[in-house]
């Protein structure tokens, strides 16, 4: 099991950027599909995006794409999620997940096993 932390939360103006990050320990970090879920307040978590075991392969949600970007790096454990032209509406808890993986395969959105504790992310009109 990998155990994941985020981080990079906080209180952003309407346009302004943030970057969380994902910092996992455990099993081989490597080994793992990585993703990034959402959920506002009185809503269902949502799915963000994902990346692939090595970072080659990315999906979005498609309502998001343009303004959210994924990364990884294995060398530091660590997953990323560079969120700009922030909006209100984006202000939810967001989640870190991970998904044992192989090859270049994205993890589907209930592939996903392992969760962090989420970092709130506010965004001021």
């Known amino acids: 099991q990998v155990q994941l932390v985020e981080s990079g939360g906080g209180l952003v103006q309407a346009g302004g950027s943030l970057r969380l990050s994902c910092a996992a320990s455990g099993r081989t970090f490597s080994s793992y599909g990585m993703g990034w879920f959402r959920q506002a307040p009185g809503k269902e978590r949502e799915f963000v995006a994902a990346?692939?075991?090595?970072?080659?392969?990315?999906r979005y949600s498609d309502s998001l794409k343009g303004r959210f970007t994924i990364s990884r790096d294995n060398a530091k454990n660590t997953v990323y999620l560079q969120m700009n032209s922030l909006k209100p509406e984006d202000t939810a808890v967001y989640y870190c997940a991970a998904s044992l993986s192989f090859g270049t395969v994205v993890p589907g959105r209930t592939d996903f096993t392992s969760w962090g504790q989420g970092t709130q992310v506010t965004v001021s009109s």
């Open positions: 990346i692939s075991r090595s970072g080659g392969s990315i």
